[in-house]
């Protein structure tokens, strides 16, 4: 499946492909060397074999040595299915990527206004002591990175990364690809209101949590597609560790985005007074903020 964002296609390195055509996917190890007594294979069947990796192809190549046919099972196709590959996983990855450098430019701009502040002693001590004490805020950044190429690494599993096939399209792609470009819409959107009054904790992605982000994350028919009609059953224990550790990492990296949003969202609102000029509570010109150390409702 593709990942269902703006940096999907050049995130996932998936070239474009006619229908029907076999899709390079790693193979996994390479073919053993010829054996004495056996039938030349010929090369164009073992490139063809190291670059699709799929049971159809390794049985041709079992058959031409004069073996026992490969006893694998070749991939079915879904009608109206998608002939096009698709991923198991979205690439939740590649949207807190985009979630970790929008919240740092926040960041960012922030400690930029908060220095030119306190090199022009413009702000008080209490407001400078504010100012110095969002040092946290870094490092719970560089987590949400780190945990992001680490899913991405789970999830870029060269020999389970993605199916043949995934569900049917219409003209706007299959569900699974609307309902990913929902999520992804509303995951930028809501950090656009950290340091305002519409964040609430992040309510807007609150129902996204548990099963509804599975449900969208997650290709099932692609998973299914892969685990029951292209990979050997041999594979199917692998396969299915591999597919709970990486959705488990998922799962996480979302509430990963919720609590770094909510960590920048707080600097945001405790230093906005030091960033606009503000005075603290007790000081002249104080009674003008409001209990929400005057943080805006619309940004």
Known sequence: MHARDDTSKATDATATRPAGSVPLRAAGPEASPARAGDTAVPSSVLALQRAAGNAAVTRMVRQSR????????????????SKQGEHVFNALDALAMKAYTTLKGMRDERIGQLNQQVKSKSLSKEQAGRAAGQGGVKERLEHLRTHAEEAGRKRDHARY?????GAEKGAGGDQ???DYSELSNAVMS????CGTSRWSGGAALQGYRGARLESIIIDQVARRQLRDNELPKSDNKAFDAWFEETRSAMHG???DIIGTADAVHEMLRVTRRGAGGYPDRGRPGAEELSDTDGEPVDG
Request: glycine share 10%; net charge positive; no cysteine.
């Open 190 to 193: 809501a950090l656009a209101t």
């Open 253 to 255: 990296l979302f509430e």
């Open 161 to 165: 990364r993605s199916a043949m096939q």
């Open 66 to 81: 004069g073996g026992t046919p490969d006893v694998q099972r070749a991939p079915k196709q879904t009608p109206g299915a």
């Open 176 to 178: 699974n690809s609307r």
